[in-house]
């Protein structure tokens, strides 16, 4: 099916996976940008990219909604083993997926109807360093720091698994 993508979600996240042989189209920044564009677009918060991999059963690359590429999703990387084993890509229960930020691994459950139920990501080790995350405090970890935002303060911790994250719980 040219130009056929699959529509997933993940707690809270909705991605778009396409393979490149399938596209009349390059995804650039520009078309990534306007095809996850909400209210011009098929709206997603990004889009997950089939590629061959030379390390990986699967190769992956994960673009944010603006264009630019991030190294790894717990959320993309869910859906897009639901999507592999969905278009019979694998019949794998087990399977690795090479991503920018590093080689994964992937456990599929499949119901009693043959379909992929649940996935479990080995994301690999999170980290609370400074220097694995845009952030220019000097302390030896991320956790429970003091932040301003919008007026108020708040304690945030900062942790990478591939991809930064800034984790604030609510008061």
Same mark, same amino acid.
């Given at each position: 099916?040219?130009?056929?993508?699959?529509?997933?979600?993940?707690l809270g996240n909705d991605y778009l996976v396409m393979d490149p042989k399938d596209l009349t189209f390059k995804?650039?920044?520009?078309?990534?940008? *306007?095809?996850?564009?909400?209210?011009?677009?098929l709206g997603s918060d990004g889009i997950?990219? =089939?590629?061959? /991999?030379k390390k990986a059963d699967f190769g992956l690359r994960i673009f944010n909604p603006d264009g630019s590429e991030a190294e790894k999703s717990g959320n993309g990387l869910r859906i897009f083993a639901r999507y592999l084993h969905?278009?019979?890509?694998?019949?794998?229960?087990?399977?690795?997926?090479e991503t920018k930020g590093g080689l994964v691994s992937i456990d599929l459950q499949v119901d009693r109807?043959?379909?992929? *139920?649940?996935?479990?990501v080995e994301m690999g080790i999170a980290t609370f360093k400074?220097?694995? =995350?845009?952030? /220019?405090l000097e302390v030896p970890e991320l956790i429970q720091q003091p932040i301003e935002a919008g007026g108020r303060s708040l304690i945030f911790t900062g942790v990478s698994v591939g991809n930064p994250?800034?984790?604030?719980?609510k008061p």
């Open positions: 099916m040219k130009n056929g993508f699959f529509r997933g979600h993940g995804l650039t920044p520009k078309t990534i940008k *306007a095809i996850c564009d909400r209210n011009w677009g997950l990219s =089939l590629v061959p /991999s969905a278009t019979g890509k694998t019949k794998k229960k087990r399977f690795t997926v109807h043959g379909d992929a *139920a649940a996935a479990t400074p220097d694995a =995350l845009p952030c /220019s994250h800034c984790v604030v719980f």
